[in-house]
């Protein structure tokens, strides 16, 4: 009896301890084994916190020369010296300063022809393929094929998966919205030859102020080869800041013009042109390319000239690159310390 009972406690113990073994394998997490709840959340945060990568162009031409350049060697030509600076990049917006329609081009192999341009509807998958994400479309030369040609163009470009911003009226389609992890981002245009429409872009930006993080303002503007800037640019882009933009970045001049930090807030009164025909010896053969780069507690604007021959984009090196930075730093209005930044190539704000 005694010999059972002494056996019943030793079953009883060797019991109890394989269930604390058992409750304490339990309790204490496998290194190896990876809880996806918290894989995820470590994810979001992760993409949450990543840096932001923006690239934006000026004025892009692809009727005439430069239609006709695709015609012959094929539709990447323009963009072949610079496609691999253009990938990888979150957003990459250029100023679509013509309509894509099926309107038989009134340009191509022709002197003195009329300044009404259409793009050829075959370019759009392969900008899309290039990297390209959005167009700007609030232009002086939008509505050269009518609004027939610009509601073709619309259709096209979204069927090309293809985003557009801004109208020819600053009326519709004024603000472009993108959710990039923590970021709500706004590009919002202007034309300032519809000679209307001012006020609408105005409230706009005040509005959009209170619900996203970065606002872009990408106004059409100034005098044509103009290599300073107008005071209605300069009132004009101090307003926009005013209401709240964080950037502007125009075009139209066809040249670069100067930059000026306003409130804090950078204004490129003109990068000049992108993809163009315009001659290669003077200031329409050159354009900047900014590539902003948003992280949680600051932005940054990294400046990049290139060169334009023969329709053709082409990042600038060494002292070519330096001696442009140099006069944007001596034309440029904004303190000591901006300036030396800019001769290197950026521009940082803090956030």
């Not at 040609?149 to 470009?157: Q, V």
């Not at 981002?185 to 706009?204: C, K, P, T």
């Not at 990408?218 to 709240?244: C, K, M, V």
């Amino acid at each position: 009896m005694k010999m059972l009972i002494g056996k019943n406690w030793l079953i009883i113990l060797i019991a109890i301890l394989f269930i604390a073994i058992g409750y304490s394998i339990i309790k204490k997490p496998n290194p190896l084994v990876v809880d996806p709840t918290s894989q995820q959340i470590a994810k979001s945060k992760q993409e949450n916190n990543k840096p932001i990568s923006i690239l934006i162009f000026g004025d892009m031409m692809l009727d005439r020369l430069a239609r006709q350049k695709m015609e012959e060697k094929g539709l990447e030509f323009p963009f072949e010296l610079i496609k691999e600076f253009i990938l990888g990049n979150d957003i990459v917006v250029a100023n679509s300063e013509r309509s894509f329609t099926s309107f038989k081009s009134v340009t191509v192999g022709k002197k003195d022809a009329p300044l009404n341009f259409t793009f050829n509807p075959e370019v759009l998958p392969v900008l899309k393929k290039l990297g390209f994400t959005l167009l700007g479309q609030a232009n002086n030369h939008t509505l050269n094929f009518g609004t027939e040609g610009f509601t073709e163009s619309k259709t096209l470009m979204t069927m090309s998966e293809l985003d557009y911003f801004g109208d020819p009226q600053n009326t519709d389609d004024l603000i472009y919205i993108k959710n990039l992890g923590s970021e709500k981002i706004g590009f919002i245009a202007y034309n300032e030859f519809s000679y209307q429409g001012l006020d609408n872009v105005l409230s706009l930006i005040k509005k959009a102020r209170e619900n996203l993080s970065y606002i872009v303002v990408y106004p059409h503007w100034g005098e044509e080869y103009n290599l300073g800037f107008t005071s209605l640019q300069q009132r004009t882009a101090r307003s926009f800041i005013d209401h709240g933009a964080d950037v502007v970045i125009g075009m139209h001049p066809h040249v670069i013009e100067p930059i000026e930090i306003y409130n804090n807030k950078p204004i490129f009164y003109s990068i000049g042109n992108f993809i163009f025909d315009q001659s290669e010896t003077g200031s329409t053969g050159k354009g900047l390319a900014i590539k902003l780069i948003l992280e949680k507690n600051s932005a940054t604007y990294f400046i990049n000239p290139f060169s334009i021959k023969q329709t053709q984009a082409s990042l600038m090196l060494n002292d070519k690159k330096q001696e442009e930075l140099n006069d944007l730093e001596k034309n440029m209005i904004a303190s000591e310390s901006f300036k030396q930044e800019v001769s290197t190539g950026l521009i940082k704000i803090l956030r």
